[in-house]
């Protein structure tokens, strides 16, 4: 099956510095997502970006699919922008989402 | 629109016991897929239900098993609770299967004493 990497692991940033998750993945896929998990557990949806760029406010996402990567982007972090942010994906065939590890990211004031 | 619903939100359960989880997928939704997550497996794929039928399955033993009814809601049960089953449980929604946008809900925490 597809095989889902994200980097780093964990980041500790100061309030208002400007960060980027990488999401590598190893196939061919129909649809990516980025998601936010809360402290109380919940997966928020941030994107769902097969290919190209888009943006949200502070949150901005592009993923190259022909190579395999997907970078989130998240400028003037806000402390509440911690929490562990994951990647999924999906190809065709498998119909199930796969995802990464996730990046935990801390934003200190 | 609502989004989507998980009951109950938490539960506790001994060893040997079954437990059946409820999720309710936003209206017009008829795609549903389970997902556990543990901290040391991460999230993991139990199941995808789309119109009644199961089209995926994860690499779970056969006591984790799971249903979905005409109004597309869905159940998952797992029978003969082990300690390693303590996991939150997450339930997606989507319009149809594969190339939509999966929302969440927000979960299930399972402890198995």
């Known amino acids: 099956g597809i095989q889902v990497e994200q980097s780093p692991p964990d980041l500790i940033l100061q309030e208002g510095a400007n960060s980027t998750l990488r999401c590598n993945f190893s196939d061919s896929v129909n649809n990516l997502q980025w998601f936010h998990q809360n402290p109380w557990g919940q997966l928020i949806n941030l994107f769902y970006i097969p290919s190209g760029t888009k943006q949200n406010g502070r949150l901005s996402a592009t993923t190259v699919a022909t190579e395999r990567y997907s970078l989130l982007y998240i400028s003037s972090s806000q402390t509440t922008d911690s929490g562990v942010y994951f990647c999924a994906v999906k190809d065709a065939n498998a119909g199930k989402s796969t995802f990464g590890d996730g990046t935990t990211l801390t934003v200190k004031p | 629109k609502a989004g989507v619903t998980q009951t109950p939100r938490y539960l506790i359960k001994t060893r040997g016991q079954q437990v059946t989880l409820s999720c309710s997928p936003i209206?017009?939704?008829?795609?549903v897929s389970w997902y556990q997550q543990t901290p040391g497996q991460g999230l993991q794929f139990l199941f995808e239900?789309?119109?009644?039928?199961?089209?995926n399955k994860g690499n779970f033993p056969g006591r984790f098993s799971g249903r979905q009814f005409s109004n597309s809601r869905s159940e998952m049960n797992v029978s003969t609770l082990e300690l390693g089953d303590s996991a939150l449980y997450l339930c997606?929604?989507?319009?149809?299967?594969?190339?939509?946008?999966?929302?969440f809900g927000p979960g299930t925490r399972l402890t198995v004493l």
């Open positions: 209206s017009g939704h008829r795609s």
């Open positions: 239900y789309f119109s009644e039928t199961q089209r």
């Open positions: 997606a929604s989507e319009i149809t299967p594969s190339t939509d946008t999966q929302y």
